[in-house]
């Protein structure tokens, strides 16, 4: 076991191959491992003379509960190909059959190539597979623990959704919105529970990106904050907390880079190939503003910078550019499409 010089087995598959992640609470007494056996994260609390005085007993941070995941795109799939992965029996949710289980037919996929990179075992790789469950109703989310909308980033059919888990799921159920720039507060304004309605805004693609905001509504509690940050670091993410402001905080960051890229090339300064390769090679970016358009989905990057600018009363800083406009009319809308700034075609 790396960096940790006492015994300590995995509570859910028993093996000793643990990793400390980290070290929190008073004295330190809370102790995060990971199981690289079954990709599972879990907490165990030593408790001293100074609080209880009884033998260090395990908590796992969160139980195998279910949960349920709104709308099977790529942003939903990555989710709950995650989730599952972690040991969390997983309702998928699309409205139509063939869409949902195209999607479970995309993550089993995924789920076999990592396992012959070794990313996985052949176990975890099936076991994972058989934890998914393809759904059309969201009645079938009634016994759901969380929930996480992965929906179209459109407003009204997250409001919805959120209004149609509120009557279904159990009370003490968390709804949690994936919306990148709608208000969480708005959102859970038409619910009966707002206090157990955050964001969880996760980035593409989820399985790889280990970033996850967990925002706060105006009347979302402390509780419901607290859950959503566990879940995060039972999934192997980072979870950072921020405040419902429109954008939140990366994406926020984030409308310069797209919209100075994109008047760059409507002045014909550079190319959208020359602008990419300068922002990886000098800039040290993974993917270039166009390349990185063209994986998030320009209707999708469009709308979020269309949101931010309304939610900051018109600020010119977030104006949206007309020629991502023209993109998303054109139905060029990157990968998904085979077409946006580059062709994906071929």
Same mark, same amino acid.
């Given at each position: ?170 009370? &003490? @159920?968390?709804?949690?919105? #994936?919306?990148?720039?709608? *208000?969480?507060?708005? =959102?859970?304004? %038409?619910? !009966? ?66 919209? &100075? @890229?994109?008047?760059?090339? #409507?002045?014909?300064?550079? *190319?959208?190939?020359? =602008?990419?390769? %300068?922002? !990886? ?66």
């Amino acid at each position: 076991m790396d960096g940790y010089n006492e015994e300590v087995h995995c509570p859910f598959c028993e093996s000793d191959d643990v990793t400390l992640m980290s070290l929190f609470g008073s004295a330190q007494l809370v102790r995060q491992f990971y199981c690289n056996k079954c990709k599972s994260a879990f907490e165990f609390i030593k408790w001293t003379e100074h609080s209880q005085g009884e033998e260090e007993v395990s908590k796992v941070a969160n139980h195998r509960n279910e949960a349920g995941v709104v709308g099977s795109g790529t942003m939903g799939a990555g989710i709950a190909q995650v989730l599952a992965v972690c040991g969390y029996n997983v309702i998928l949710f699309d409205v139509k059959e063939e869409i949902v289980s195209s999607s479970i037919t995309g993550i089993h996929r995924r789920l076999d190539r990592l396992s012959e990179k070794n990313k996985l075992t052949v176990e975890q790789a099936e076991l994972a597979k058989k934890r998914l469950r393809p759904v059309t109703a969201l009645s079938e989310m009634k016994n759901c623990q969380f929930v996480i909308e992965a929906a179209p980033e459109k407003i009204e059919i997250k409001k919805e959704i959120f209004m149609e888990l509120d009557k279904h799921c159990i009370e &003490e @159920a968390i709804l949690a919105t #994936n919306t990148s720039s709608f *208000s969480v507060t708005e =959102i859970g304004s %038409i619910t !009966k529970r707002p206090e157990k309605v955050a964001g969880l805004h996760f980035f593409n693609p989820v399985p790889l990106m280990p970033l996850v905001e967990v925002i706060k509504g105006e009347r979302t509690s402390g509780n419901t904050m607290r859950k959503l940050t566990e879940l995060g670091r039972e999934i192997g993410k980072i979870p950072v907390s921020c405040s419902d402001t429109p954008g939140f905080i990366v994406n926020r960051i984030a409308r310069p880079f797209y919209n &100075e @890229a994109l008047k760059i090339r #409507n002045e014909r300064t550079a *190319s959208a190939e020359q =602008i990419d390769r %300068i922002m !990886k090679k000098a800039g040290g970016f993974k993917m270039g503003p166009f390349e990185l358009q063209d994986l998030i989905g320009i209707d999708i990057n469009f709308s979020t910078t269309v949101s931010v600018h309304e939610g900051f009363y018109g600020d010119s800083r977030f104006r949206p550019n007309y020629s991502q406009q023209r993109k998303v009319q054109a139905g060029q809308l990157g990968r998904k499409s085979g077409r946006g700034f580059y062709s994906y075609e071929s």
